[in-house]
């Protein structure tokens, strides 16, 4: 039986690759004279001879003294106890946390690939929602955590929650209220949370024999107060209007409530009102605003812990971590609730 060399010969790579023996050489040394378009290649060409490149190449040697955290939109409060989390960790091993405002996709993925060979940070947290093609490069070139937002298929380790549960005890906390007509706002699909999320609602209805009603059901392009405020209000003043929201971010309740008092609507007497993320917003709200509670500051935390590991060691085999949620249970979901204690 063959069994294949754990690495190519440098002439195997350099005809797949069409990069010279001698530039090979070069970067299996580690050797800063060469171009990160020659090193992608490389990678490339490993990949289709059937190596795993992380084996075969030497890191690339960063030797940066930061983290760079990279978030798709830094106006999103979400993501303020994550990186206090994420910051305090770093700070704690030596390194300063870098904040990275950026999408990385087919457009902007050489540009950012650019920036990090000028960076040279020593290592990436990503809350992005990245194609696995692009992960795979950037896991490549130097450690990456994926935090919140990750792809499950891929050997790159992640810290999330269970969204699809949490959404689905949301809604049925709705359920045990009387709500039947219960409306959906949600943030872009192109985001695994959200795509989450919407199976929990989903799943909460389908289990309790209540149709889901599409119409009901928003996608909205970003966090976006104005959006969501106008999405709410148009379906407030719908024929059949909803008896309930559930909301996948404390901005978009937020947005909710407002919309029921312009409509002449009271929450919670006329309206139920669940959001998402338990950011500050939804504890000085009036009314506050029931929520599912993520961790963030521990998922921050936590994932720079395990760059720390992964840059110590790229080898050593780090477990994915699920966070635990927890439905608080606040003014805007109050009605018949204390009565049913």
Request: proline share 4%; net charge positive.
């Amino acid at each position: 039986m063959h069994l294949q060399r754990t690495k190519p010969t440098y002439s195997e790579i350099s005809q797949a690759s069409g990069i010279s023996v001698a530039t090979i050489s070069r970067i299996m040394n580690s050797s800063k004279r060469v171009s990160e378009k020659a090193r992608l290649k490389i990678i490339q060409a490993l990949t289709s001879l059937g190596y795993d490149a992380n084996t075969v190449l030497p890191r690339l040697s960063m030797g940066g003294d930061f983290i760079l955290f990279n978030i798709p939109n830094i106006a999103n409060p979400f993501y303020s106890l994550i990186i206090q989390g994420a910051r305090d960790a770093a700070k704690r091993n030596g390194y300063t946390l870098l904040i990275n405002e950026d999408e990385i996709n087919e457009k902007t993925i050489e540009n950012f690939l650019d920036m990090i060979q000028k960076r040279k940070p020593a290592g990436i947290i990503t809350t992005n929602s990245i194609s696995p093609v692009i992960l795979k490069r950037l896991n490549a070139l130097l450690p990456v955590i994926q935090c919140s937002e990750y792809n499950e298929n891929l050997d790159i380790p992640f810290i999330t929650i269970d969204n699809t549960s949490a959404a689905k005890n949301a809604v049925e906390h709705l359920l045990l209220l009387g709500c039947k007509r219960i409306a959906f706002l949600n943030g872009p699909l192109v985001y695994k949370y959200a795509r989450n999320r919407l199976a929990g609602y989903n799943k909460a209805l389908e289990t309790a024999g209540i149709p889901i009603i599409p119409e009901l059901i928003i996608q909205l392009g970003d966090i976006n107060y104005d959006m969501a405020l106008s999405a709410a209000y148009q379906l407030l003043n719908s024929e059949k209007r909803p008896d309930a929201f559930f909301s996948s971010s404390d901005v978009y309740a937020a947005a909710v409530i407002k919309a029921a008092k312009k409509v002449g609507l009271s929450v919670p007497d006329d309206l139920a009102v669940v959001g998402f993320d338990n950011i500050e917003i939804s504890s000085i709200c009036t009314p506050s605003i029931t929520t599912v509670s993520q961790p963030r500051y521990q998922m921050g935390l936590l994932s720079c812990d395990m760059l720390m590991e992964r840059i110590s060691d790229r080898s050593i085999s780090i477990k994915n971590i699920y966070l635990d949620t927890e439905l608080i249970v606040r003014e805007s979901s109050s009605r018949y609730y204390k009565s049913r204690m």
